[in-house]
C-alpha cells in the first residue's frame, strides 16, 4: 500500500504531528517543498497537514492541492494545528481536495500547537501527539 504523508509547518507545530502520524504508519513525512516525488504514482492513502493561519491553510498548501489529480489518489485524510484560542479545524483543506475531485475521509484530526511563542506553548504535547497516531490507525482501519 502507498502512503504518503505531506505537511507544511511554518513553526514547527504540523511537523510533530505529522512525525507521530508517520512513525504509526512506518512512513516518511515529506514537507511540501520537497512533494514533487510523488506525482505521477498512485497513492493508496494521502494525508496532508497543514497550520491554520489566521483562519486558513498557506497559499504553498492552496497551491499543492491544485496540482493533485484524482486519477492517482485513492483516498485523501486530512489533518492540522492552530495557535488560535480552539484549534482551527482542517475543513478548508478537505473542502480543496474535494474540489479537485478527491475522495476524502470523513475522520480528521486538529489540535493546538504553540503561537508566537505565547499562545499554547506546551503544544502539541504528548497526549496531541498520541491523539494524531490514534487518527492515523482509525484512518487506516476505514481504507
Known amino acids: ?13 504540523t511537523k510533530k504531528v505529522a512525525e507521530a502520524i508517520a512513525q504509526e504508519l512506518n ?15 498512485t497513492i493508496d ?11 486558513g491553510m498557506s497559499n504553498d498548501m492552496k497551491k499543492f492541492i491544485d ?26 483543506l478537505k473542502k480543496r481536495l474535494q474540489k479537485q475531485g478527491i475522495s476524502v475521509e470523513e475522520e480528521s484530526f486538529r489540535c493546538h500547537g504553540s503561537a508566537f511563542g ?3 506553548p506546551s503544544h502539541p504535547n504528548e ?9 492515523a490507525r482509525i484512518v487506516m482501519e476505514k481504507i
Open 1 to 13: 500500500m502507498n502512503i504518503q504523508i505531506i505537511y507544511h509547518s511554518q513553526g514547527g507545530n
Open 27 to 41: 512512513v516518511t513525512a515529506i514537507p511540501i517543498d520537497q512533494s514533487r516525488d510523488i506525482f505521477g504514482e
Open 45 to 55: 492513502l494521502l494525508l496532508i497537514g497543514d497550520g491554520m493561519y489566521f483562519g
Open 67 to 92: 496540482t493533485l489529480s484524482p486519477q492517482n489518489i485513492k483516498k485523501a485524510a486530512v489533518f492540522s494545528t492552530s495557535g488560535g484560542s480552539w484549534p482551527m479545524g482542517p475543513d478548508g
Open 118 to 120: 505565547v499562545a499554547f
Open 127 to 135: 497526549n496531541d501527539l498520541n491523539n494524531a497516531r490514534k487518527f
